[in-house]
């Protein structure tokens, strides 16, 4: 979002999938310290991977969106396909709700997961005054991963606005 008020000449279409631009309070400690301490060169196999970090992280949905960013080289040793540092160097950023002096006016969609309260009804105002062209899609019965929860829904409907 910070991006396409930033420089919209650069993006033609925006989504933003379970998330205001208003500011987030911390809450993923947890997650990367999981993630820092797993040795991912030192893996044998994906289930390793799992087994490691349920130990720390017993939502199994979480581990599934984890490890969807640890892929395997050529050498056969893994690593991660995300950059962790930066992304825990930057958390704080992050975090912070959107700044623009003017709005994003080219097609936005907002993907809201039913029973997720990283979009509230109070959080519209805020959303169009920043995107006036913004929708807002709720796929009903999935929580804050609705992109895990209901795969094909989320895609016909992302497939659908890019068109």
């Given amino acids: 979002m910070q991006f396409a008020v930033t420089y ?5 279409k ?9 500011a987030y309070p911390a809450g993923h400690d947890e997650v990367f310290d999981a993630l820092f301490a797993l040795d991912v060169t030192a893996l044998r196999t994906r289930q390793e991977a799992d087994a490691t970090l349920a130990e720390r992280l017993p939502d199994l949905a979480l581990r599934q969106f984890l490890l969807k960013n640890l892929e395997r080289e050529a050498s056969g040793v893994f690593r991660w396909r995300i950059d962790l540092d930066a992304l825990y160097k930057n958390y704080e950023k992050i975090l912070e709700r959107i700044e ?3 709005p994003f006016e080219k097609p936005t969609l907002f993907i809201k997961g039913e029973n997720s309260d990283y979009i509230q009804g109070k959080d519209v105002d805020a ?3 920043i995107f006036p062209s913004a929708r807002i899609l709720t796929i009903p019965g999935t929580g804050h991963w609705v992109h895990a929860e ?3 829904e989320f895609a ?6 890019l068109a």
């Fill in 156 to 161: 016909r409907i992302v497939l659908d606005f």
């Fill in 150 to 152: 209901a795969p094909r």
């Fill in 127 to 129: 959303i169009t005054a």
């Fill in 100 to 102: 623009t002096a003017r």
């Fill in 8 to 12: 919209p000449d650069k993006v033609d």
């Fill in 14 to 22: 925006l989504i933003a999938v379970d998330i205001a631009p208003k």
